[in-house]
Each structure stands twice: as C-alpha cells, then as structure tokens.
C-alpha cells in the first residue's frame, strides 16, 4: 500500500531547568525551510526530543535530552524500531527456533522495556523471532536480590514492527530481560512519560511525534513554542544533533519541522518524489490522484476477537473497502480470527498499539495513514454498525459529496441498544440479538475525509478538527446512522468498562466524572451487575437493521449467519 508517511520510533522528552536550544513554533505554514542547526540557550523552554538514526540506518539510539550549551533534566524516554529502517539495515539478525526456557537466540534482543500498571512491556529488535511465550520466561533482577523469573502474559509479532513482549508487573527498581536473550537486563521506563512513536509526514515535510507527559487539555491547541524537536542519533555529541520548531501541539500529538539533512537521508521530500527514486523512496512519498478505497475504516479494541467477523464481514458488504485495527493488548486470539478471513476478500490491517489511553492518538496516527489510499474514513468501535433504514446506501451517501471538498466530515447519530432481555452472549451476532434501545441518540460518530483534517490532528469522541473553511453536515437519522450495541449482557459490557483505552474516559472503578455519558447511566463505580440489568435500556423495540441482515446475511438452505 502507497504511504506517505512512514513510522520512525522516537525517544527522550526533556524538561530543561537552566535553558534549551532556541528556535520557536509558530503558524501551520509550510515548515519545509525552516527546520535548523541550533546551538543558542533559551530561558524556560521544554525541549522535546526526538532521536533519529540519521547516521546509522540500521540502530535507533536512546539518549539523554541534550540542549548544547545548556543544563537539563530529562524525564522521558523511548524509541520504538522502524520497519522503514530496517529495510536499509545490513543488521536483520539471524531468526532461530527456541527449545526451551533456558535456550538463547541471537536474534532476540530486548530494545526498551515500559513500565505499564498491569505490566512491562518488553520492545525487541526487528528481527526478533519468537517461540510460544511457554518457551520462555521474563527475568526480572532486583537490587541486592537472586534473579526472578516469570511466565509472560502474552508475546505479539507482526511482519511490519517489532515483537512485544508483556511481562508481569514487579516492584519498581528491577530491571527487565528475557531467558532466551544475549542483551543486558533493561530499566523500565514509566507509560505516562513517554515518546512512544512518531511518523514522518512528507506532504508538508514534518515529524509527527506521539508522546505522553505534556497534560495538554483535550480538544485545545496548546502553545507550540514551549517546545522543540531535537533529533540525532547521539545527543551527547552536539555535532550530531539537529533542532526544529515544533508546529502545533494538541493532546499527545505534536508536529514538527523535519530538518532538511534527515530529509535528504530518509528519502522523504517532496522534490526527491518528483524525480527519479527508487521504488522504496516512492512508496514513502505523497501520491497525487485517485485513492485505492472508497472508504475505509479505523478501529482500536481489546479482547473483541469474538465480534470481528460479524462487524468486518457486515461491513465489507455494505462498502467498507479497508480496515485499520489498532489491537490495544488483546489476549483472546485475535490473530487466529483474522487469520480465518479470506485476505482476497477483506483488506484488513492489524496494528500492534500497547500505548493505554491513548485512543485519541492512535486515531491520530490511523488517520495519517489511511490519508494516501482512502478518501473517506470512518472512525467507530466494534460494537457500532452503520446502517442505512431509507433507500440510499454507504456508497450513494459517499457519491453526493465526492464532488463538495469544503465537506470534510460526515456526522451520524447514534442510537444505544441495551441487553434486550438476554443474559448470555447471542451466539448469531450482536446485529440480530439486540433489538430494544433507548429512544434519543446519545452522540455522533463521523467518516472524514483524511485530506481535510487540521494538521494538529486533534480529536475527541471520534470526530476531528477540520482545516479552516471546510465543514461538516449531519447526515439524517432516515439516511445513515449507527446502531451502538453498548450495553450488552453484563459479561461483555463488563470487560468493555474496565480499562477504557480513551485518554480522557475514566475507567469505571474510577470516582471521577461519574456522570458522563461514557458510563452506563445509574452504574456507579462498582463492577457488580445489577438485579435489572437485562431489562435496562429498552424504550424503543427497533429492528430495522436485524431484518435487513436476515434478509441479507442468511443461508436459505442451513438458515445460519456467515459470522
């Protein structure tokens, strides 16, 4: 798939005490002259921190926040491993099969650990092959204290990313490693103090850094020059560093100007991508033209393994050409589902995304990149299925405004669906099971058109900011709207509640913002189901979208559902 914006894993965010390398952000105009060497002090700046391996391809290199010239106290830290780099490494590691908890593999080699509240998450070199995670254990080596050793909770790999590794959780000050790894044991870093990942963005020639630590305010720009971006492979060498202004800051996302010698080395600008590149450098550059899909959609979920074949193939049927999963830690084989679906048939991509509360990033980040191949994107949840009760249909809806660029989001009204007297999981599938919902919609979700997202990316409740001049209109409820099966049976709602993945929704444990529409009405804060739970939610019987997949979905000769 074309892109044009690649992943590069970044590293340290800083606070400086005494001053931090000048250069200032201002303005969303073109940053494509602007990103600089610079070596002069600035009082009372925070300095963020993004290290590239500009110099060696191969390795990303984690580092102290260091502002030449200055004194300085970092206070975050990572990397994450880049497939775009290691394409060009020479360094792609030999792959073995382990045999056994004590055997070790050269190619296994733990990068970064972070310290999550349930967990560690282990990050390993690209390259890394793992056996199943019984083969294995997590060492664990406290100060003054024998070595510990325990069974991980869950190892993930994808072709196109590093492998992870998730790690019971144990006291702070132990550092981490694994039995069947070379590399020396690794100090954890803290979650929510975090550069976690970041993009290159060769349309306006920026870096899109992901980070955790800032306390921006949801939905609110905050004030870009109190930051900048320092990139290089060493810190600690000035000759090798490189700052730039950061552009615009909002939430955890933060862009800024790519500084032209990265640029060159990365292949990324524009101008190279009028010339004559190489196939690796074009498909890293901005196509101009027809996009491959209609429509795609994002997602970001844990442990829904169960509904996805119901909400991909439902969706495939009514023009869904794409989809981005962001899988938040799932541990219920969701690999094996997707691996059932005919890829011919279901263009659907798993991203790897461990980051808690970061839900409003990670639809950040998919929208940046579905922007080169899809030209609308929709942004809803597993349990949430469009549906179409008048004549038109998604495509039809898509077609009226193919033609109107000043539209740039579609929003639809969503209608909550309650247990519908049931007290066990539908073995059919959520869209014939659940029939009675409550009367008024409680919220929209959107489809967007990716190209006209502000480019601070900021959003909330699943609709985004647009640039300046371009709107959005509401689609009518007789036309398009959502069907939102969020208060299942209580084993499914229960699981959904706990451990909210969006930044700013408290977990349900939590006594804060106990009145919000993100909790169910009358709940609480304790995880206990109520006598009246099945009855709950039920004002109005609808079962528009049940008949319509009936009608639709059904086998004549067996009466089975596909899913």
């Not at 005490?17 to 200032?24: C, I, N, P, T």
């Not at 010239?69 to 020479?90: D, N, Q």
């Not at 993009?199 to 800032?214: C, H, I, P, Q, Y």
Request: hydrophobic share 35%; with cysteine.
């Amino acid at each position: 798939m074309a892109m044009s914006a690649k992943e590069r894993k970044l590293s340290r965010l800083g606070s400086c005490k005494g001053g931090a390398a000048s250069g200032s952000g201002g303005g969303l105009g073109s940053p494509a002259s602007r990103g600089h060497r610079s070596a002069a002090a600035a009082p009372q700046r925070r300095v963020f921190a993004a290290l590239f391996a500009f110099l060696c391809a191969g390795v990303v290199v984690l580092g102290g926040v260091h502002v030449i010239g200055a004194s300085f106290r970092p206070v975050l830290r990572t990397a994450w491993p880049s497939e775009t780099l290691k394409a060009i490494s020479s360094d792609a590691g030999t792959q073995q099969a382990g045999s056994g908890a004590d055997t070790v593999l050269p190619s296994v080699h733990v990068r970064h650990a972070v310290a999550l509240p349930d967990r560690v998450l282990l990050i390993l070199k690209d390259g890394s092959s793992l056996p199943a995670p019984e083969r294995f254990e997590c060492l664990y080596s406290p100060a003054n204290s024998s070595e510990l050793r325990r069974q991980p909770l869950l190892a993930a790999s994808l072709p196109d990313g590093p492998s992870l590794v998730h790690c019971p959780a144990e006291p702070s000050g132990v550092d981490v490693s694994l039995s069947l790894s070379l590399s020396p044991l690794v100090v954890p870093l803290p979650w929510d103090r975090l550069v976690y990942t970041a993009l290159v963005d060769s349309r306006d020639n920026s870096t899109v850094v992901f980070a955790k630590g800032m306390n921006l305010r949801p939905g609110r720009l905050g004030v870009a020059s109190r930051y900048q971006c320092v990139f290089g492979r060493d810190l600690s060498k000035p000759k090798h560093v490189l700052t730039s202004p950061v552009i615009s800051a909002a939430q955890e996302v933060f862009r800024c100007v790519t500084p032209l010698r990265i640029r060159r080395y990365l292949r990324m600008s524009t101008d190279d991508a009028n010339g004559n590149g190489d196939m690796e450098m074009t498909s890293l550059c901005w196509h101009r033209g027809q996009k491959a899909h209609s429509m795609c959609v994002c997602t970001m979920l844990r442990n829904q393994a169960r509904f996805l074949r119901e909400w991909i193939i439902y969706h495939s049927h009514i023009g869904v050409d794409r989809w981005f999963i962001y899988d938040n830690n799932s541990d219920d084989d969701i690999e094996q589902v997707l691996n059932t679906m005919d890829s011919s048939r279901y263009n659907v991509t798993r991203h790897l995304w461990p980051w808690m509360k970061s839900q409003e990033a990670g639809f950040a980040h998919c929208a940046l990149r579905a922007r080169e191949s899809c030209e609308w994107v929709g942004f809803i949840d597993i349990d949430e299925f469009l549906h179409f009760p008048g004549n038109q249909t998604l495509p039809d809806v898509l077609r009226n405004y193919k033609n109107r660029p000043r539209i740039g989001e579609l929003r639809t009204a969503c209608h909550s669906f309650g247990p519908s007297g049931r007290t066990k999981i539908p073995k059919k599938g959520v869209t014939t099971s659940y029939t009675c919902r409550l009367a008024a919609p409680e919220r929209h979700k959107s489809i967007i058109r990716p190209d006209a997202l502000n480019p601070s990316l900021i959003n909330v409740v699943h609709h985004f900011h647009l640039k300046e001049g371009v709107k959005y209109v509401n689609i009518g409820q007789g036309v398009m709207l959502i069907n939102h099966y969020k208060y299942q049976v209580w084993e499914v709602f229960k699981d959904k509640f706990s451990g909210r993945v969006a930044t700013y929704v408290a977990d349900w444990q939590d006594e804060e913002n106990v009145g919000s529409r993100d909790r169910a009405p009358g709940l609480g804060t304790k995880p206990v189901e109520p006598e009246d739970w099945p009855r709950r939610f039920c004002e109005v019987y609808d079962t528009g979208l049940k008949d319509f997949v009936h009608k639709t979905f059904t086998d004549p000769d067996t009466g089975s559902l596909p899913w």
